[in-house]
């Protein structure tokens, strides 16, 4: 498969080359920081998801699973296309980031399939999220072109993977899920089953 925007590559990455150190800097650490700041929203979203309904928190339980799931799929696609990295392929580059192995493909990105998936199931969990999660995804892909481990057409098909991949997973998944948590939150289930889905919401107080 080949794609012509080795040009716009190579115009980033020269460009990323000119920008101050700490810009640098910043953008070699935001592109594996940001997986961490998305693993942190997700046990934030479940953690208060615990307060609600069956099917709120069903969603948020599912949304990293979702995730992983379209990290696979972009696995699978990489094996398939076995496309050679800009940071070796185009002539003259020089990426920021130390270029992966021979054998680890740049089609499409994992980074961004991640960042797609994660930034749209989160906000299924609170549609105002995707203020927040729809930047950082964006930054995030980016970055991959600015460091040198990737095209942009990798990180746009990476970004758009994730973001249907993902929903399509919790809305298929989310009918058990819901039965599940309606069992694990059971006077019956185990301890660690209602602690883990928590109570939902309050009942309102009963008036005779």
């Known amino acids: 498969m080949h794609f012509e925007d080795d040009e716009l590559y190579r115009a980033i990455t020269d460009h990323a080359h000119r920008t101050p150190t700490w810009v640098q800097h910043t953008a070699e650490t935001w592109t594996e ?3 961490l700041l998305f693993g942190a ?3 934030t979203t479940w953690w208060r998801a ?3 309904t069956p099917r ?3 969603i948020a339980a599912l949304a ?3 995730t992983a799931m379209a990290y696979l799929c972009s696995e699978l696609l990489k094996s398939a296309v076995t496309q050679e990295r800009p940071c070796r392929a185009v002539p003259g580059a020089t990426a920021l980031s130390s270029c992966p192995p021979p054998g680890d493909w740049s089609f499409p990105s994992n980074h961004a399939t991640i960042a797609g998936a994660a930034a749209v199931t989160l906000a299924l969990t609170a549609r105002a999220l995707l203020w927040l999660t729809a930047p950082l995804a964006l930054l995030m892909a980016f ?3 600015f460091v040198g481990v990737h095209y942009p057409h990798d990180v746009v098909a990476g970004l758009v993977l994730g973001a249907l991949a993902a929903p399509l997973v919790v809305r298929l998944a989310t009918g058990p899920a819901v039965r599940l948590t309606e069992a694990m939150r059971t006077a019956s289930a185990p301890g660690f089953a209602r602690w883990l889905t928590g109570r939902g919401e309050p009942r309102p107080p009963y008036r005779g």
């Open 33 to 35: 920081a940001g997986l």
């Open 41 to 43: 929203l997700f046990i």
């Open 50 to 52: 615990r307060r609600r």
């Open 56 to 58: 709120a928190f069903a």
């Open 64 to 66: 990293p699973l979702a």
């Open 143 to 145: 970055s991959r072109v």
